[in-house]
C-alpha cells in the first residue's frame, strides 16, 4: 500500500458526459501527479500540483481539468468524454515538486470506461 | 524533448532464468532515471533509481546502472521466480525547466516466469 488512496476504482460512463476522479495524497505529501495509461499511447503524464498551484502541464486535454484543494486532495475533472479516453487514471504523489530526483508514490488508478 | 524506449516485450523466461530488459534515453542535461514495476491489477511501484551517472540502483535482486556514455539504464536479474511477473517500466525526470518532477515513461516491458 502505497498511501495513495484513488476512488473510484471503476468508472463506466457514456460519450459526451463528465466525470470527476479523486486522489488523496500520502500524508505529508504536497505534491500531486496525474498520469494516464491507455493501450495505444502508453502511460502519459498529464499534470502536476504543488500545494493547491499548477506546476507542470503534459499532454493534457483542454477538455481535462485538474485542481488541488487546501487538503492537498486533488480532483481530475474529465468532460465531453469519448471514447478514446477509456483508460486507466494513476494518480502520484511525492513530498516535493522540484528537485529532479523526486520519488512518487502511485494509488492504485482509476479506470475509466466510457461506452 | 525528453523520451524513454524499452524492448518491446513480451519476455518470457523459465524460472531461475537471467532477466535483461533494455532501456536507453534522449534527454537534456542529466535526469534521474528509475525502474517501476507494475503487479497485475496494481499501481506502479518503484523497483529501483539512479540520479547520476555511474550510480547503480538496486533492490530484490534487481540492478541497473546509469550510462551516460551509451544513454542506458538497463535492468537485470540474475535469476527471475514466478513472483517477478510484471510489468516493467523505465522512466526518466528531467531536471531543467517545467520538466522537473513528472516522470516520462517507456511503453512497458510484460515479463512472465514461468515454473
Known amino acids: 500500500d502505497s498511501g495513495v488512496t484513488q476512488t473510484p476504482k471503476h468508472l463506466i460512463t457514456a460519450t459526451g458526459q463528465r466525470v470527476t476522479l479523486r486522489c488523496s495524497p500520502r500524508?505529508?505529501?504536497?505534491?500531486v501527479y496525474w498520469y494516464q495509461q491507455s493501450l495505444d499511447q502508453g502511460l502519459q503524464f498529464l499534470i502536476q500540483?504543488?500545494?493547491?498551484?499548477?506546476?507542470a502541464k503534459g499532454n493534457i486535454l483542454e477538455r481535462f481539468s485538474a485542481q488541488q484543494f487546501p487538503d492537498l486532495h486533488s480532483e481530475l475533472n474529465l468532460s465531453s468524454l469519448e471514447l478514446g479516453d477509456s483508460a486507466l487514471y494513476f494518480c502520484?504523489?511525492?513530498?516535493?515538486?522540484?528537485?529532479?530526483?523526486?520519488?512518487?508514490?502511485f494509488g492504485p488508478g482509476t479506470r475509466l470506461t466510457v461506452l | 524533448g525528453d523520451s524513454v524506449t524499452q524492448m518491446e516485450g513480451p519476455v518470457t523466461l523459465s524460472e531461475e532464468a537471467f532477466l535483461t530488459i533494455n532501456c536507453t534515453y534522449t534527454?537534456?542535461?542529466?535526469?534521474?532515471l528509475f525502474w517501476y514495476v507494475q503487479y497485475p491489477g496494481e499501481g506502479l511501484q518503484l523497483l529501483l533509481k539512479a540520479t547520476k551517472a555511474d550510480d547503480k540502483g538496486s533492490n530484490k535482486g534487481f540492478e541497473a546502472t546509469y550510462r551516460k556514455e551509451t544513454t542506458s539504464f538497463h535492468l537485470e536479474k540474475g535469476s527471475v521466480q514466478v513472483s517477478d511477473s510484471a510489468v516493467y517500466f523505465c522512466a526518466l525526470s528531467g531536471n531543467y525547466g517545467g520538466s522537473q518532477g513528472n516522470l516520462i515513461f517507456g511503453k512497458g516491458t510484460k515479463l512472465s516466469v514461468k515454473p
Open positions: 502520484a504523489s511525492s513530498v516535493v515538486g522540484t528537485p529532479s530526483y523526486n520519488e512518487q508514490f
Open positions: 500524508s505529508g505529501d504536497l505534491s
Open positions: 500540483y504543488y500545494n493547491g498551484e499548477e506546476r
Open positions: 534527454a537534456t542535461g542529466y535526469p534521474s
